[in-house]
């Protein structure tokens, strides 16, 4: 039998078995030959599809004739090596030297790595993944219009928001709550410090609930629903006990996680199925993301009621009711955020106690900035005032705020955005900022009148949030100029009787604070 050497040669077989990671024997080391040993035929990776099949054909016939000869058994392989039975045709031989002679290189077949074995685990309770069901999936039929089909849907997107929010409160207490408590991973006292009145929101939500379910007709729709959401909006004014808490509540959380235990349990939940790869802190900041998504549903409803509908009247008092609770809850939670980092400053000097930060109601932004010498400052813009700080702990191992330099009022600030690649030899930024020569994403900001408090030179981390800065600092200095020429021409000063301020204010101020500013 005579075989055309192509010179080209392709592999035919799948390698669906490494992707499955199966188990099977493989050809790797000599065996114990016959005298006559066979010829090993070695195969390369572009073997032509033809050829293949008229080898295994010669192959056949031969096997077919009858033999004394002693044949090896097959072994299991991963390559056809192991697929064709060595026996001694002349055929054969002439067709393994042809081949042999056409490869350059050795391969040696290798056992594939063990599977790793996954442990069961006992099917949680809490689905991994919400469930994404429409109202249309609820409803075999129905005559009902495109636009009134969208009002439908979002209703019910409304009743099964307050469904999965009752579960992951409810989640929280059973899984996170109760079990620090029991195993005493934290102290009744920190517990309640983080959760806050989170436990006094189940009902609430689930009253909305039943009251959305008790809508719902035979045809499963909702007719007439903004009376219902119009008597039940004025119970999330509970929300503003809550919000208040959660700064506190994350910076305690956050002093919390540095201890061994309290690490290792929240990170055990965390990898559970149940929690859905969401930490704590995001379980209990879900009302807060769930209030602020009520006027979005909403508008949504509105947009989709046909003008003759009865909610036609009643959805926009409901809207405005909700956005003014919604309002409300914010002012209240940025001022107990404003007086939580107004009691965590540390001043060194007395001269750096400004009365424009103890007059301040709420804050504009905070967050990490470089100076310089391109160390990292955590810097306040509150109402009223700029303050740069270097973070710290205090003895009881809770954060502080070093006031690093002189803090600057709003009303006297100039601020001066600095170009992108600004030539950062000498002068202003010593090159800190970067690695380079140039200097990116800074801005400059300096007091006017004020001689003895040397400009300060800042970088943020990228673009946006230089953008965000520079967006933040001019509408305080237009505010807190505003307010200084009115204040002006009233009799009232902004430098007003720090003690009548401080009474003002006793539904925030500890104790500590009332002696500490009556003593001032």
Same mark, same amino acid.
């Not at 077989?13 to 493989?26: L, N, Q």
């Given at each position: 039998?005579? %075989?055309e050497d192509t010179g080209e040669t392709?592999?035919?077989?799948?390698? =669906? =078995?490494? @992707?499955?990671?199966?188990?099977? @024997?493989?050809?790797? #080391? #000599?065996? #114990?030959q016959d005298p006559a040993p066979a010829p090993v035929i070695r195969i390369t990776e572009d073997e032509e599809e033809d050829e293949d099949g008229e080898i295994m054909s010669d192959h056949m016939k031969d096997s077919e004739e009858p033999s004394n000869k002693r044949v090896k058994p097959v072994v299991k392989s991963n390559s056809l090596t192991g697929l064709i039975t060595p026996t001694k045709t002349p055929a054969l031989k002439r067709i393994g030297q042809s081949i042999s002679r056409s490869i350059s290189f050795r391969t040696e077949a290798r056992p594939l790595p063990? =599977?790793?074995l996954r442990p069961r685990t006992k099917a949680s309770s809490f689905p991994r993944r919400r469930n994404s069901q429409c109202w249309s999936d609820t409803v075999e039929s129905h005559d009902l219009t495109a636009k009134e089909i969208k009002r439908q849907e979002v209703i019910y997107e409304l009743t099964q928001g307050e469904r999965q929010l009752i579960d992951d409160l409810s989640l929280v207490k059973k %899984?996170? /709550?109760e079990p620090m408590l029991k195993l005493d991973i934290m102290t009744e006292s920190e517990l309640g410090q983080i959760f806050g009145t989170l436990d006094s929101l189940i009902p609430l939500h689930q009253d909305l609930l039943s009251r959305l379910e008790r809508l719902r007709g035979s045809e499963k729709t909702v007719g007439e629903i903004g009376p219902t959401l119009m008597n039940w909006f004025p119970c999330l004014e509970a929300y503003v006990t809550y919000c208040c808490n959660q700064v506190g509540a994350k910076a305690l959380l956050d002093q919390k996680k540095q201890e061994k235990r309290v690490e290792h349990f929240l990170r055990l939940c965390q990898e559970s199925s149940f929690s859905r790869k969401l930490d704590l802190w995001n379980f209990l900041d879900l009302p807060r993301s769930r209030l602020v998504k009520y006027p979005l549903l909403l508008k949504e409803i509105q947009k989709c009621t046909p003008p003759d509908h009865p909610d036609e009247d009643t959805l926009p008092d409901a809207l405005e009711l909700i956005q003014s609770i919604v309002g409300e809850v914010n002012k209240k939670t940025g001022e107990a955020e404003c007086q939580f980092y107004r009691r965590g400053l540390s /001043?060194? @000097?007395e001269s750096q106690r400004l009365p424009e930060i103890q007059l301040s109601r709420f804050l504009y932004c905070h967050g990490e900035l470089k100076n310089n010498k391109g160390q990292r400052l955590h810097v306040f813009l509150f109402e009223l005032a700029l303050v740069l700080s270097r973070p710290g702990e205090d003895k009881d191992g809770g954060q502080v705020f070093n006031v690093y330099r002189q803090p600057l009022p709003n009303a006297l600030i100039n601020l001066e955005e600095i170009p992108d690649g600004e030539a950062a030899g000498g002068g202003t930024f010593r090159g800190a900022f970067t690695g380079n020569d140039k200097v990116r994403n800074c801005f400059r900001v300096s007091s006017r009148g004020r001689s003895k408090v040397n400009p300060y030179s800042l970088q943020a981390n990228d673009s946006f949030s230089k953008q965000q800065w520079i967006t933040c600092l001019r509408q305080a200095i237009v505010q807190s100029r505003d307010r200084t020429a009115q204040t002006s021409q009233s009799p009232l000063t902004l430098h007003t009787d720090p003690a009548l301020c401080h009474i003002a204010e006793l539904s925030l101020s500890s104790d500590t604070d009332m002696e500490d500013h009556t003593g001032r």
């Open positions: 039998m005579e %075989v392709r592999t035919s077989w799948s390698t =669906a =078995a490494e @992707d499955r990671h199966i188990f099977c @024997d493989h050809v790797g #080391k #000599k065996r #114990k063990p =599977a790793p %899984v996170y /709550y /001043y060194l @000097d």
